[in-house]
Structure formats: structure tokens, C-alpha cells
């Protein structure tokens, strides 16, 4: 719903987008932003969205708003079936993160009215230097809500956090124990991980639920752009001459820049050997 610049686009803008998605035989759409939950137009752009037939319809949200059962239980009576909520951490570095006391709390409420209306869940985190040593304790914590799919996401230099990317990128060797004994976690008690901008290289075994192996088949509109992310994923990105060697090289995205100019390449090192097909895990965008 916002560009670059932050511009909000319309009512009029959104549904016109809708309906070039319908004309394309798009069939899964999610509101997000920013936070879409802030518009008080919401639930009349999810209402057009039912109205043309799209199969899936997802709020990405801070869940917050959801802590107002009646609110929750519209937005899903509007035609929302499936949400895509983040949660941060434990209650203490969840707040700290969104720099809002008690959000913890109305987001866990938020996720049990949810749970309520009998929509499809998924919950992400992303991952920083001030939770991945949480993140078993949050997939624990998060288990009971049984979610469709459990998404753990390294932070990428966008947005806010491209300025203080140093402070809040920890190095991602630093983040794989932990990635794994939760990963590890979620499939023995049958549950879907997908892991996001992090690499073979640096999880192998994981490959299976890695998102930048594959393709994405996304368009990402704003309020004066449209972008395929198939085409632009590897925007801000900068490979190590070594990954040429890597067996994963035509998939992979490679690290970012800025990661880079960080922490060096040293993480980096090619996997030897032939490319036989991924069985991905079912994900949907």
C-alpha cells in the first residue's frame, strides 16, 4: 500500500489494482505495508477483494488491531481468511522492538481472537540481534496456535533498518544453532518452517524451506509502482566471486551488500557437487 516515499495510495487506487490482479488470473492477495490495519477503509478493500473471487485474501499485520475481538471477527466476515502475523521476540524484546509497551500482550490476544474466526494463520519473526537467541523460545511459545506455516525471516538493509543495519544485523553464523534446533523443532511436532535470506551455505540440509531458492511468483505494488520479485530479488545483493562455484548458484539470490560491507564473505563457501531438484515444502505467497 505505500511506495518509497510513503505515499498512501486511495481507496480508488487499491481497488484498481485488484481488479489488473483478477485480470490476471491472480488468485492470492495480502494487505500489508506498513500496517494495513491503520486504514479505517480496510475492511471495504477486503470486501472488494471477496466481491471478484480471489481464493486467499491475507492481512500482514503487527496483530494489534485484533486484539479487539469485534474487530477481528469483521475483518474476517469481510472476506480476510488468512493473516500473516509477526510476533518478536519474547514479551520483554517484543516490546522493545516495536518500542510500544504492553504490544505483546494485545498481539497474543490478538492471535487467540484470530484463532477464533477459524481463519488460516501464519506467523513470522524477524531476526535480529536482539531475538535469534530466542527463537526456539518463540516457536515454543507460538506452537499452540498451530499455524499453517512458521516463517523466520533475517533482516534485510530496507527501510528503517538499511540505516541501522549494523546494530541490527547479527552475523548469520551467529543465528544457525538456534535456526536449527527451531526449524528441527517445528518438523517433528509436523508444522512448516520457511526460512528467509539465509543460504545453503550457511544451513545446509535446509534447503528444502529456503525461499530464495525458488521462485516466488510475487508482484509487490505500491502507490506508483509495481514490481515482480522474481525480477528484482536479486536487487541489493552481492555474491562472492566463489559462489560461481557453488552448486546452488542458479537459484540462490546471494547475500546483501550491505551484509557484506559488514561482516566480509567468508561465510560464503560453494557447495561442491551436482544440482539435483529441490522438493520444495507447499508455499504460498
Known amino acids: 500500500m505505500f511506495s518509497r516515499k510513503k505515499k498512501i495510495k486511495t481507496l480508488n487506487e487499491i481497488k484498481k489494482e485488484l481488479d489488473w490482479a483478477k485480470d490476471q488470473s491472480i488468485g492470492i492477495i495480502s494487505f500489508s505495508g506498513g500496517e494495513p490495519t491503520i486504514r479505517r477503509d480496510l475492511f471495504e478493500c477486503v470486501g472488494y477483494a471477496k466481491k471478484l473471487g480471489f481464493e486467499k485474501i491475507e492481512i500482514q499485520s503487527n496483530g494489534m488491531m485484533f486484539y479487539y475481538k469485534s474487530y477481528a471477527k ?10 500473516f502475523i509477526s510476533v518478536h521476540g519474547n514479551e520483554k524484546t ?106 545453503p551455505c550457511n544451513l545446509s540440509g535446509y534447503e528444502a524451506m529456503m525461499s530464495e531458492l525458488m521462485e516466488k511468483r510475487t508482484i509487490l505494488s505500491g502507490s506508483n509502482f509495481r514490481a515482480d520479485i522474481d525480477k528484482t530479488k536479486k536487487d541489493g545483493r552481492k555474491k562472492p566471486y566463489s559462489c560461481e562455484k557453488c552448486k546452488f548458484n542458479s537459484l540462490c539470490t546471494g547475500p546483501y551488500q550491505k551484509y557484506i560491507e559488514i561482516y566480509g564473505n567468508k561465510e560464503f563457501k560453494p557447495i561442491r557437487g551436482e544440482l539435483k531438484s529441490i522438493e520444495f515444502q507447499k508455499y504460498e505467497n
Open 74 to 83: 469483521k475483518m474476517a466476515e469481510s472476506g480476510a481468511n488468512r493473516f
Open 94 to 199: 517484543h516490546d522493545f522492538l516495536t518500542q510500544v509497551k504492553g504490544s505483546f500482550k494485545k498481539t497474543i490476544r490478538g492471535l487467540e481472537n484470530i484463532q477464533k474466526t477459524g481463519v488460516e494463520l501464519r506467523l513470522g519473526i524477524v531476526i535480529n540481534n536482539y531475538n535469534y537467541m530466542q527463537l526456539l523460545e518463540w516457536t515454543k511459545n507460538l506452537l499452540k496456535f498451530e499455524a499453517l506455516s512458521y516463517h523466520f525471516d533475517y533482516i534485510t538493509p530496507v527501510g528503517f533498518s538499511k540505516e541501522n543495519y549494523k546494530n541490527l544485523a547479527p552475523k548469520i553464523k551467529e543465528v544457525a544453532p538456534s535456526l536449527k534446533k527451531s526449524a528441527d523443532f517445528l518438523l517433528d511436532s509436523g508444522f512448516n518452517p520457511w526460512i528467509h535470506n539465509i543460504y
